[in-house]
């Protein structure tokens, strides 16, 4: 069995930030991500992204994943990528290890073809989980033919493994992650057909939808998609506009000659191993769903056991951050190393993210987060 | 068929001309100078940075609208390929008698070539006039976001936004 005093879930930014503020304050880190490659949702991101100057805006996001993961490694943490943990007990990760390589640090390798899966066990004394977001799902007739897709699927198809999942596409969904998707599946030499949305608003920053419709892209609100059909795969979907009460409107069904439909409804917090290391989830739909509860310092009602970005409240990169840094440097100060720094780091911290969750789009995820923190507070261990 | 319903996902003149990122009727008659088009209260702020001459700001909070101090911006479009959002344009109506140029930023391959002629789209990606391609800027420090400079007849300088995309090589017969 493996020793550390600090275990990290996910290598996406929050799990790589935490792991950099454990190792930067001299503990044992180790990093396991179930990917090929560090950098989580970053990886598939070629857009330069929103935020603030400090968080890398600007920047593209596969860019930010090589930064932060030679930044990781060059504290010293070590990152074990291809290793997916499938429970947590008695401070134990168990992982399963899908290459054949020892334990220093993993990279994917081209040669590592004849793949192997080794089990490992983690005994950590300090454990942060940040195993992000996952794609909702959508139920439609048709909805399990071959071509239909969540939009992060296609993302993936596109952006590392540079395959176009299909030429002519219908976008479900006009949040930023449907804008984006349709734009780079254009980028990659799709056509986008429409991208549709049941609610009368678009979601996502207007000037994301501002450059599909420049592109001559029909964004389409108040429509929902009716049903996909074809012989073996996809040939057409059913589209049809929606009223006030969510109710279809009889007669405004169309129908569009598309080969590919991916599904841009949302994320929600993928917290599957948090539940199985028995920390308690409360629903918060502002939030993407089930979260595990967690208090200001991020640590969850199971003691030891820390949460942060997408999976303590899907929100952004920018916000993953600053959470994974907060979850790291308060798991570090548990562990008794508190740096004369810490709580100045700390109060910075917040009042970032506290910037980052103003304004009209993101507003409600403050004051939701705040609720949280608030159950947080009385449930989860003290200090 | 193809969809029937667009509903305008991108902002109005009206809208457009009451947010702090757009240039006065006047500032553009003296000639190049950006236009914003970033009007909702987004967390965002590199376009801030980006500007050597202090003529954008945004401050705090970070969803503040990115404002534009017209006098101070010199036109020099560094700006444009910095927005994540894409959402900055060059405008010159001084690009010669009676001609105008946008520029904007071009994400697509293939790319244009200068001289050639092109399609200009407006904001609903409708192609409203010819165009000639008179620059394509793409230097390292634009982040792989290139730069084209189309020149149109003037009238069309507050709608043009873009080029039609160049249709590469569709497959036939899957
Ligand atoms: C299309 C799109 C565009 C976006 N654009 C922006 C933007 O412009 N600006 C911005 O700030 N944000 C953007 N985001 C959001 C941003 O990517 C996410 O909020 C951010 O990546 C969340 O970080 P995370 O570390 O919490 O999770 P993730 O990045 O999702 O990483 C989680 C990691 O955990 C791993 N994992 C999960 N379970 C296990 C397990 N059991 N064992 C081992 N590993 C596991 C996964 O493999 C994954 O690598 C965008 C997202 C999408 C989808
Ligand atoms: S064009 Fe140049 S001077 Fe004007 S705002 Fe952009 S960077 Fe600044
Ligand atoms: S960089 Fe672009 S999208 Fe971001 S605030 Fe500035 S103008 Fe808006």
Aim: aromatic share 4%.
């Amino acid at each position: 069995m493996r020793e550390v005093d600090l275990a990290v879930v996910g290598a996406g930014p929050a799990g790589l930030t935490a792991a950099i503020e454990g190792a930067k304050r001299g503990y044992s880190t180790v990093v396991l991500d179930m990917n090929p490659r560090p950098g989580g949702q970053l990886i598939k991101q070629i857009h330069k992204f929103f935020g603030s100057r400090e968080h890398r805006a600007g920047t593209r996001g596969i860019e930010i994943a090589d930064t932060l993961f030679y930044e990781a490694a060059s504290a010293g943490v070590e990152v074990i990528v291809e290793a997916e943990v499938y429970a947590i007990h008695d401070s134990t990760l168990e992982v399963v290890v899908q290459t054949f390589a020892e334990d220093s640090l993993i990279l994917p390798s081209e040669e590592a073809t004849t793949s192997r899966s080794r089990p490992l066990s983690i005994a950590a004394r300090r454990i942060v989980l940040a195993t992000g977001g996952a794609e909702n799902a959508l139920s439609f007739a048709g909805w399990t033919l071959p071509g239909v897709m969540g939009a992060g699927a296609a993302q993936t198809m596109i952006n590392l493994w540079r395959v176009l999942p299909g030429e002519r596409i219908l976008m479900v969904g006009a949040g930023n992650v449907g804008l984006i998707v349709s734009y780079q599946l254009m980028q990659a030499g799709g056509e986008v057909v429409a991208v549709i949305e049941a609610t009368p608003r678009i979601g996502g920053y207007g000037v994301h939808a501002a450059k599909i419709r420049r592109a001559g892209i029909p964004i389409l609100t108040s429509h929902t998609i009716v049903s996909a059909s074809g012989e073996s795969r996809v040939e057409r979907a059913v589209i049809a506009k929606v009223d006030a009460s969510w109710e279809i409107v009889p007669g405004s069904e169309q129908e569009l000659e598309v080969d590919t439909i991916c599904i841009a409804v949302g994320l929600y917090p993928n917290a599957r191993l948090a539940s199985l290391a028995g920390c308690e989830l409360h629903y918060f739909p502002g939030l993407g769903g089930w979260i595990p509860v967690h208090n200001s310092r991020m640590e969850t009602t199971v003691s030891g056991i820390y949460v942060a970005g997408d999976l303590s409240g899907v929100e952004e990169a920018s916000t993953a951050l600053e959470e994974g840094r907060l979850a790291g440097i308060c798991a570090a100060a548990s562990l008794g190393k508190e740096r004369a720094g810490d709580h100045d780091e700390i109060k910075a911290i917040e009042g970032r993210l506290l910037g980052l969750r103003s304004g009209p789009f993101c507003q409600h995820r403050q004051d939701a987060k705040q609720e949280l923190i608030g159950i947080g507070e009385a449930q989860c261990p003290q200090q | 068929m193809s969809p029937a319903i667009n509903p305008p996902s991108y902002p109005s003149q009206q809208e457009l001309r009451n947010a702090p990122g757009y240039p006065s009727q006047k500032r553009l008659e003296k000639g190049p100078v950006v236009a914003i088009e970033c009007i909702e209260e987004i967390p965002c702020n590199p376009c801030e940075q980006a500007c050597p001459q202090h003529a954008i700001t945004i401050g705090e909070p970070i969803t503040n609208c990115p404002h534009l101090d017209e006098d101070k911006c010199i036109g020099c479009g560094l700006c444009v390929s910095q927005c994540p959002g894409l959402a900055i344009f060059l405008i010159d109506l001084t690009h010669s008698q009676g001609s105008a140029s946008v520029a904007f930023p071009h994400e697509y391959l293939p790319l244009p070539k200068e001289g050639q002629t092109v399609r200009a789209v407006n904001r609903a990606g409708e192609p409203i006039c010819s165009a000639t391609v008179v620059r394509v800027q793409n230097p390292k420090t634009n982040g792989q976001t290139p730069v084209v400079t189309v020149a149109m007849p003037r009238k069309y300088a507050t709608e043009v936004r873009g080029i039609l995309r160049a249709q590469g090589g569709k497959k036939n017969g899957g």
